[in-house]
């Protein structure tokens, strides 16, 4: 009887999904210029559409120049704070319903003021502002986002709605901008606002960009209370550093 020769068959590891995923995934550097140029994309259509014309040099300009601070920021925190990157593409997990009515609320306000500022500079022309006033527009609009950088490089914490991160490990930050007002990124957020209706010439953009500023002011107060009540360690830092926002004042 012959007995019949045994082969061993040797498979090869197996991939899981995980793995197959990582390895289809593009290169982050490329990934995170792919962003870059979709938020500049939407940011143009937001800004142009409402002049009715692409002629627009001035609109051109101050998108070019909200452009370079989106690829300067992320350029910035890949170096210094890669994590929050990521953490700021995705609404994290326990978000305050208040945060999400605010944002239905205060979103549009926002995006109104490029709205208002189209049909103003450009399109109905309701009112006219001098060249002039565009340095300082520029004036408030760097040191403004040079301070929304600085924060969100010192805070890994810094997402993009308000909750207590738990699966993150949420802390106090105190340094950097920190060490002299609770909410400083919110500060360089006025500066963006305030800003825009002078780099796009329009009087009555500053309607909803003061309003988008109370908003913001609002919504300073509402996270300062979460913190307070919810983060360990912030009310002792509240004891600290006094002001929310402006030293002396609040």
């Known amino acids: 009887m012959v007995q019949a020769q045994r082969r061993e068959i040797i498979h090869p590891p197996a991939v899981s999904a995980t793995n197959r995923r990582r390895s289809q995934r593009l290169p982050r ?41 989106f690829l300067v920021n992320v350029i910035y925190l890949e170096r210094v704070n890669p994590e929050l990157i990521d953490a700021r593409m995705r609404m ?3 978000t305050k319903g208040w945060d999400i009515a605010w944002g239905v609320f205060v979103g549009p306000i926002l995006i109104s ?29 760097l040191p403004g986002m040079a301070l929304l950088s600085w924060s969100m490089g010192v ?21 950097g901008p ?17 800003s825009a209706p002078l780099l796009l010439g329009s009087w009555w953009a500053f309607v909803p960009a003061i309003l988008s500023v109370v908003g913001l002011v609002i919504r300073t107060a509402l996270e300062d209370r979460t ?6 360690g912030y009310a002792a830092y509240a004891e600290r ?5 402006m030293p002396g004042v609040w």
């Open 29 to 69: 550097p490329l990934r995170l210029t792919l962003v870059v140029i979709a938020a500049a994309a939407v940011f143009a259509v937001i800004v142009l559409w409402p002049a009715g014309r692409l002629g627009w040099v001035t609109g051109w300009f101050y998108v070019g120049i909200v452009t370079l601070y």
């Open 92 to 94: 994290g997990k326990g």
């Open 113 to 141: 003021t490029y709205v208002v500022a189209g049909f103003d500079a450009v399109r109905f022309e309701w009112s006219t502002m001098s060249p002039l006033f565009w340095p300082i527009g520029l004036m408030l609009f």
């Open 155 to 175: 805070n890994p914490f810094f997402e993009k709605t308000v909750r207590i991160q738990t699966d993150r490990g949420h802390q106090v930050i105190d340094t």
């Open 178 to 194: 920190y060490a002299f007002v609770r909410h400083p990124g919110y500060v360089g957020l006025f500066g963006w606002c305030l």
């Open 227 to 232: 913190l307070l009540q919810e983060l360990d």
């Open 241 to 245: 550093v006094r002001y929310r926002l």
